[in-house]
C-alpha cells in the first residue's frame, strides 16, 4: 500500500481539515502573537507555539472520526506503530540524521578549530525550562506527531487520488504547509528576520521535507511515524547551538537527500 490507508481520507474531506487545522493552530498562536506585537519576545506564551503546532493532527483526527468513526481511528493508529515503521524510523529518520549532523558539525570543528559543543544538542532556547529529554520529548510530540498525521497522514494521501505521481501529491503539500505558519512571521524572532531570500529558502526546505516525508511514509506502509520522528530530529538539530552555524551544512544535506528522492521518484513509472 502507497502511502496512508486511502478509506482514510478524501479529496472531500480536505477542505474541512484545512479550514480546521487552521482554526485551531491559529485560534491557540492568537494570545502568544499579539503578546509578541505589543511586548516583545515574552516566555510566559511561548508555550502556545507548542500546543498549537497539535492543530493539523486534532484537525485529521475530527474529520476521520467524524466520517468513519472510531473504526476509521483504530484503522489509523493500528497503522502507525508498525515492524516497518519502526525499522524506516530508526534507519532513515534518526540514523541517517545523526550521522550527518555530526559529520557536518566535525567537519566544520576541523575547518575552523572550533570546539563543538555537544551539550547543546537538544537544548532549544525557546524553552528553557523544559530541558533536554523535555524539549525532544515535546518536539517529537508537538512538531512531529501534530503537524504529520495532519500533513502526511491526511493530506498526503487526500492528494493523491486520482492516481497522480506521489512526487506531484508531496509538493501539493507544500502551500497548505506554508500558509499554515503564516502567523508565525507576526511571533517569532527567527521567522521575522526572513529576508526574500531567507523566505524562499524557507519555501525550498519546505519542499525537501515534504517530498523526504512523503517518501517515509510510503516506505512504512502508510504509517506517519518515520515523518514524524525525522521532523522532530531535524527540529532538535537545526536548533542545537554547537558553536559554529551547522544549520547550513545540515541544510544543504537534507535537500540534496529530497533532491535525489525526488528524482528517483519522478522517474518510477507507477509512482
Known sequence: MMGADPRLTSRRSIAPFYALALGISWS???PWIASARALGSDPSWRALHLVGSLGPCLAALLVIGWTGGRARLRALAGGTLTTAAVRVAGIWSVLFPTI??????LTMALMSGTTPRWDRIGVAGEYPALGRIGYIGASLVFYGIGEEVGWRGFLYPALRRPRRRILIAALLVVPFWALWHL??????ESYRAMGLGGAVGWLLSLASGSVLTAWLTDRAKGSVLPAAVLHA?????????VGMPVQSAMGAV???????VAIGQFRRRDA
Open 28 to 30: 491557540v498562536w492568537a
Open 233 to 241: 530530529v531535524l527540529d532538535v538539530f537545526f536548533l542545537a547551538d
Open 183 to 188: 502567523p508565525l512571521f507576526f511571533a517569532t
Open 254 to 260: 537534507v535537500t540534496l537527500w529530497g533532491v535525489v
Open 100 to 105: 550527518a549532523f555530526v559529520a557536518s558539525v
